[in-house]
């Protein structure tokens, strides 16, 4: 299953346009869904008021009428009669005649101050408000008549000032909420999309690596994505096929040249010079021949190794022991050639391979560095084992090359511009390239300071 450490996937994930767009969505969503809930807070405030409103002004149309009919006089029994029988109402009366008594049901006189609607502070004993502050809000209505009268009609406001404090409170956490939510949900599409984009990635990275069998998964996420991933495979084939017809073009050459080079080399052997000057000719044709024999040896075992159709004898391989038998067969070479050939080793180092393609590694990396540097140059062969492999490091102190030119060493033919000048093919580390392959190992190249060839083997048998 695809796992990634969590600190880095989100620290790249910040990084994605893909998390970005997914951000500036929730964002707009969140700030969207906010303001319909502040809109909804207004909405049902006003609304909430204006009911109260339309109340009041309610019960003043009937004070009203009650005081133009019957008088102020009669207006103030018939209220003491309303509140005597009506112990719950849920309002409020003032009334001040020009003569005569006063009727108060719990309004304060600074009421009286007000012209048309106010808001009055009453004591809460005044008022049904059991535990509730010591003072309450009132919304009065007030109305001089025409005799000189004073009305006024109030309820209490709290109902609607927990109204608009219960929606503030949803207005504000609830849109707190919906843009979080909008953020992690964001959040969680990005992630998913980047691991998904990560599947895509490391796919992409064993094509990079030559592995042209492998195919992009599907991304998801959309018909276009999926129509994105099938042209791309698309693509993939149709370059895979290529590579294969250039594999087998190649081989197929190397293959129908080998044997016209063998009879001419064959054909030169038996020639009988004349003189010496021709001895000479023929001897060099005859070098010249088994360097294009050699040359196209190195291809046809290079096309079979990555084509797979080399049989593997894949057991336990001491490795140490087959390095120790490189350096006594090359020890002869490096001595004439003024080359110091140096070997480091601690115990045995088990890997598991095939022992002559292994031998075949080996014999071109010492070639390698024998051939193209210069005499009185260190050629050293380490071995090292750890928990996770065996390492195998071929480097000499000679000049090295350019680190451009270190990523077109494997390339078949590619030969570096100071060692155009010595023999070779251009196909010794293209060859120990497909061998590191086949043992599903790792290849390193360094080329400055000195040339070294790093190889970790990851299957590690116990020793």
Known sequence: MFSMHPIRSFSALWRTAAFRMAAVFASIFGVGAATMLVMLDFGVARFAEEELHSALYHQMAIMRADAQLEGSAALVNILTEHVRTDSVSRYRYLVIPPVGPRFNSGLPEDATRFDGFGIVEAPSSDVSSIGRKAEVRMLVLTERMADGSFMAVGRESYPLDDLRAGLHKIAIWGSLALMLLAVVAGLLAGLLFLRRLKLVNATTGRIIDGNLSERLPAIGFGQEFDDLTRNLNAMLDRLE???????????????????????????????????????????????????????FNTMLRIARLQAGDVHQDMVPVDLSLLVERAIEAYQPAAEQSGHLLLHRSAGPHIVVGDAAMLNQLLANLIDNGLQHTPAGTSVEIALSSAADGVRLLVKDDGPGVGEAEVPNLTKRFYRADDSRTRPGTGLGLTLVSAIVDLHEASLRISGHPGFAVEVWFSRVSPA
Do not use: W
Not at 249 to 278: C, G, I, W, Y
Not at 286 to 292: K, P, T
């Open 241 to 295: 096929a290529t590579m294969a017809a250039m594999r087998q073009v190649s081989t197929d050459v190397a293959h129908d040249l080998r044997m016209p080079l063998t009879r001419l080399r064959n054909r030169l052997e038996e020639l009988h010079p004349a003189s010496d000057a021709q001895a000479a000719r023929i001897e060099s044709a005859i070098e010249e021949a088994d360097e294009l024999l050699s040359l």
